[in-house]
Structure formats: structure tokens, C-alpha cells
């Protein structure tokens, strides 16, 4: 990872380099916020309303990158599962598309059975599955679950927050 | 004039109904994108907070088939909310429960308690 990018754990990157002046004074003070070592619904409360009160809105990058930082705290205290193949697809949507309405229109993708299988309430057969990542040019990868949850652990957060400058 | 705010809260429990499993990042992530767009669009003189609170809190429930009492935990979201929202609040509560796989989402509007159920037709958060 390098430092201008905060990496999710999806594997989606977010450019560090291009932060306005609020969204630097904001993931500063979520840099050491974070570092007190938070529990997840702690740093919920607090960052929703330090990006309300910051001017910020979900549009910005900040925001997306609280939501990982979150949810890796939740992961960590065993409150919330470990992410799987829809934690990457809806962060892929989002990426190519910026919209799952929009990938849905593009890719003629019934949205009602997206919404479904993102809910948990349905899966994608392993060919649809492909199918879609195929459209969103990535490929289905295994992998080990410490690996996973090593990648998804608050310590490397931290260490990625130091390229906020 | 200002609109009459009102402070609400909802509990969703970290698992689901059906298979007691955690929720993915992703659930709590739409819920939090759903907020935020429930909000969108409001102005007005007064800036006031509008997510107030998010914490975890104990609970317990009968389960109906055995009558055995399970403890679990919730998390609690305490909003401000104009009073004219409050049904898109329930609306997106619907969603919800489908979503976290609920029977019912638990919500107190200043003070007072309602079961928000869901039909499947409510669909899903976004």
C-alpha cells in the first residue's frame, strides 16, 4: 500500500493525495481517534458526527474511509462477520460503476436479486458470480481466513492512515 | 417557522433471525448509506445533529418454537429527525428488518415504543 492511497478491506484504494482541507483535519483527528483504540460503536457515534460537523457528506472519501475503519473494528470484536464475496462486489459496483442502479441498467442485472444476494437473503451461483465479476474485470480469488482477517485487522488501518498528511 | 424535531431510536441486533451469524460489513454499511440519504436534503436555519448516538446494548427475547430466552446484542442508533421524516424513518426500518434478517425492528419515538414490521414487498436497504 503505498502512503498517498488508504487501502479498504475490499482491496479498493483511495487516493490520499487529492484531500480538501476539511477531509485532512478530519481523517487527522480519525488517526488519532482511532489509535485510543475505539470499540466499534464508539468510533461510529463519534465520526458521524464529526463529519457532520466538518461539512463533509457521504460523497466524500473521508466517509468511506470511516465506514472500513469501522467495520474493522467490528471484525475485531467479533460484532460483526468477516466480509465476503458481496463486501467486494458492492465496493466493485460502487468503483466501476458509482452506482448499483447504474450496473444494473449497463449489465441488464435484475436489481431486485442484487439487493437480495447484498442483503444475505439469496446467493449467486458460482457461474453468475463470475459472470458479474467478469463485467467488472475481477476474478474470484481464495483465500485463507487469517489471511483475511490479517488484512482486515484496525493495526493495518493505522499504518495506512499515516500517508494523511 | 422551524420544523418540530424528534428523537428516535431503533435497535438492530448484530445477528440475524434465521442463522444467529454476524452481519456482513456490508449490512451495517448500507443502513449507514440509507441514513445518510434520509437526511439529505435538509436545510434550514437551525444545524442541528442528526445521528446523535450509535451504541451496543444487551437484550433478550423468547424464542416462539421452544419458549427458551435468548440473550443477544443490538446496536442502537439515536437520531434527530423532523417529525415529517418519521415515516421514511419506518420505511427504511422496513427495509431494515429484511435486510437483517428481523422479524421487527424495534424503534422509540420520543418515548414511545412501535414494532416496525416488514413484508417481503418492502424490499431491501440499497
Known amino acids: 500500500m503505498t502512503k498517498q492511497a488508504y487501502e479498504t478491506i475490499t482491496g479498493r484504494k483511495i487516493n490520499l493525495g487529492r484531500l480538501s482541507r476539511e477531509e485532512k483535519r478530519l481523517l487527522l483527528a480519525v488517526r488519532r481517534k482511532f489509535r485510543s483504540h475505539p470499540s466499534w460503536s464508539a468510533f461510529a457515534s463519534w465520526w458521524t458526527a464529526e463529519l457532520g460537523q466538518a461539512g463533509l457528506t457521504e460523497k466524500s472519501p473521508a466517509y468511506r474511509i470511516c465506514q472500513d475503519l469501522e467495520a474493522r473494528l467490528g471484525i475485531a470484536e467479533g460484532k460483526v462477520g468477516a466480509p465476503d464475496y458481496r463486501d467486494y462486489l458492492a465496493d466493485l459496483i460502487e468503483e466501476r460503476y458509482g452506482s448499483r442502479y447504474r450496473f444494473c441498467k449497463e449489465r441488464g442485472v435484475d436489481p431486485g436479486h442484487l439487493s437480495r444476494v447484498l442483503a444475505s437473503r439469496s446467493e449467486l451461483s458460482l457461474e453468475s458470480l463470475r459472470s458479474l465479476l467478469g463485467a467488472l474485470g475481477a476474478v474470484l480469488v481464495v483465500r485463507g481466513e487469517k489471511e483475511l482477517l490479517d488484512h482486515a485487522s484496525p493495526a493495518v488501518a493505522s499504518r495506512a492512515l499515516a500517508g494523511v498528511k | ?126
Open chain 2, 1 to 126: 417557522m422551524s420544523e418540530r424535531v424528534v428523537e428516535c431510536s431503533f435497535l438492530i441486533p448484530i445477528v440475524g433471525d434465521t442463522d444467529r451469524k454476524r452481519h456482513k460489513p456490508i449490512a451495517w454499511r448500507m443502513l449507514q448509506d440509507a441514513i445518510h440519504r434520509l437526511f439529505k436534503g435538509l436545510s434550514g436555519p437551525e444545524r442541528f445533529l442528526l445521528v446523535k448516538d450509535v451504541d451496543l446494548v444487551p437484550g433478550s427475547y423468547t424464542e416462539e418454537a421452544t419458549g427458551r430466552r435468548v440473550h443477544d446484542e443490538s446496536r442502537r442508533y439515536t437520531v434527530a429527525i423532523p417529525e415529517a421524516r418519521l415515516e421514511s424513518l419506518r420505511a427504511l426500518l422496513r427495509k431494515a428488518a429484511n435486510t437483517f434478517d428481523q422479524k421487527c425492528v424495534h424503534l422509540s419515538v420520543a418515548g414511545t415504543v412501535e414494532l416496525v414490521t416488514a413484508k417481503r414487498e418492502d424490499g431491501y436497504l440499497e
